[in-house]
């Protein structure tokens, strides 16, 4: 089944056709021939986009599909933690139903790739990655999931789910996840070596959140830097948030970004207006590899976040008052090629051969874009159409 | 000519069915009839808000309608208002045409009502005002425009545009406006004498710009609650930003909130994402009252504002981490409520009797609709659908 998209814009750059033939892009130029059979599609001028990637979410806790829940916790980082657990026991969610649906949202918007931080704990076990990992391989020709193996209530605080975490990566998991080893487990060294050997035995990619902010976040980066180096997994490390870098002073900060840079750190930021983040524009000159995420949407951390990356792209631009179109332009990076990048998609993109996910905006640059993120005028997964007019057409879940 | 609006949710309460006759709310009630020749509209459950409110916008200035222009000025005020200049020059744009643009794109999204600052300048004379005021006249079916006169290059530093702005107002702006009487004029108290002379002679109300942050914006809001006082202006003073009640240390903030109180001072905010914005939910629960506005949509100071009033009560929400639906709702009162209230709209509101300005939102309550933004499922303006799924039905100006 081949696809001629007719008359869009690849990144706001000249008309022109493309041709997409079993899930790739198979051709661009202009006035492509349409065979036979071959379907079209109106490009309109549209600015056409790689799928959009999420690559920091926790697809495992919304509560999208279920009634609207007015947001009831407290504002601290541990009253956020303990009203989750309470709200998922209450509402007994299947994480399975709850991530495929999350999927269906984000794809119509745009989204094709997702990495999602996944719930491990020793009261729920690996019932959320199990969840997830259905929805993983249910979903596979529409959109790549990658599973971080997470421990939201804490580690070293909560004995045995460090195994669990292990025993998420012998199952699938390809990532190992950690939260403040200062703030949450007051046990850095504990924490971060235990993730690492969990990574250094299994092969797997690191993507630690980092809340804590100052000097207590600084040193855990100082922390997780040394074991990168000690184990030789530059470029495969990834600091999520990492507040702390938009809330220390510039010698540090500097210094951070020399370790960051030799180490190969990426740098994961979901945008948060009532934050300190990192210094998008500083660290990307710096050579620092970002990415960009929605975090938990419609979920017991609040509602603010609505699965749009695009608009996310938009507020990282909005947070730093970037006005300048590659300024805008480097923050749809984050949300494109920069999380592509950090999930190993190696045919992603809108070259020929690329696989063929896909996302028409109408609009005149990536930029205008970005500022408006209108609904998606056509949005294709791996060749295949799955939302019009931002409205999904694949079956809910 | 008669339309109903069956199984929608005023404010997400209760379904019922709401009756708009000659422009007005003229029932509301479960299954209202529907005699022949009422036009009938499906309101399928969706939330229904009244028209939202832009209360501090500058119509005159927008680049919509034009090729895409990236942003080029530097970072300061005054690269900001220079670079305009020379980009409004080379353009040589209409205000006429272009603030009819502005006013469609905002009807397209659901506001109703603007409160739009047109400059005023020894350069261009009364050239925008009169544009804005052509608009204002053009439209008065469709939307309710007041028109701040405001010195957008400096008042007292550039003779004769007090002048200007005092003729603005004999020809029917609303509104004196004013800016950074200490950043921008470094004469406060000429500024400000300045202005409220024009309002103490001709009754007309007052709206500063106040970008100056800490101390330098305190003073500022020091002088203008006396001269409030003064001159028996309580209800009919706003300042516009007030970033300063953002950045200034409890004591002083709580000083300052005791002097807007007792003069009833409004705040207008725009939100920026980049800048200490003032506390809303704490002057909002000290009784201050407060709206919100677009700023600059698409124009020479940059692409980031798009005019969307439901987005900007998010963008609010999202800037104080507002996550829980009273705060949310709170948010939403600055885009609707508060805005209408400072523009004097007696007839405002969802109740039998009040101008049927009303926007259908695809949502199960207020926080959702604010949370999601989606396009709105019908715009209603004085009793007339001028947009459906987020188009626009009028014809382009």
């Given amino acids: 089944m081949a696809t001629l998209i007719r008359q869009c814009r690849p990144r706001g750059e000249g008309i022109c056709d493309v ?71 209450e509402l007994d969610l299947d994480p399975a139903l709850q991530s495929r649906r999350m999927v269906h949202h984000m794809l119509e918007r745009g989204t094709t790739a997702i990495r999602s931080h996944v719930d491990i704990g020793t009261d729920i076990g690996l019932r959320h990655f199990h969840g997830v990992a259905a929805t993983r391989e249910a979903c596979t020709d529409l959109v790549a999931i990658q599973i971080v193996a997470f421990p939201q209530t804490g580690m070293m605080i909560m004995p045995g789910v460090a195994d669990l975490m292990e025993q998420a990566v012998k199952e699938g998991a390809e990532v190992v996840g950690g939260l403040d080893p200062v703030g949450i487990d007051r046990d850095p060294k504990g924490q971060l070596d235990a993730i690492f050997a969990i990574a250094g035995k299994h092969g ?81 000159a710096a050579g620092i ?32 008052d970037t006005r300048d179109d590659p300024g805008i332009e480097t923050m749809l990076d984050l949300a494109t090629h920069g999380g592509a990048q950090a999930m190993g998609l190696a045919d992603y993109g809108l070259d020929v051969g690329c696989r063929a996910d896909l996302v028409l905006v109408e609009a005149e640059t990536p930029a205008e874009a970005v500022c408006y993120h209108p609904p998606r005028r056509m949005v294709m997964a791996g060749g295949r159409v799955v939302a019009e007019n931002g409205k999904s057409l694949l079956p809910a879940p």
Wanted: proline letters at 4%; hydrophobic letters at 40%; aromatic letters at 4%.
């Fill in 19 to 89: 041709l997409v033939s079993d899930g790739r892009i198979t051709g661009k130029g202009a006035d492509l021939a349409a065979d036979g059979g071959v379907a079209v599609i109106d490009g309109s001028g549209c600015v056409l986009l790689p799928g959009l990637v999420d690559a920091h979410t926790h697809l495992d806790k919304t509560l999208i599909g279920t009634p609207w829940h007015p947001h009831s916790a407290g504002e601290r980082l541990i009253d956020l933690i303990t009203n989750e657990r309470r709200v998922l026991t």
């Fill in 204 to 284: 797997c990619e690191i993507d630690i959140h980092l809340h804590d902010l100052g000097e207590m976040g600084a040193i855990t980066i100082d922390m997780i830097a040394k074991r990168t180096a000690a184990l030789g997994l530059e470029g495969k490390v990834t600091i999520s948030h990492a507040f702390c870098l938009g809330d220390i002073d510039d010698a540090r900060l500097d210094g951070l970004i020399t370790l960051l840079r030799d180490n190969d750190i990426a740098i994961a930021t979901c945008g948060a207006g009532h934050y300190p983040i990192p210094p998008i524009r500083k660290l990307r």
């Fill in 289 to 320: 590899r970002m990415f960009a995420g929605s975090d938990g949407v419609r979920d017991a951390w609040g509602p603010l976040n609505n699965g749009d990356m695009l608009e996310r792209a938009y507020q990282l631009a909005w947070h730093g």
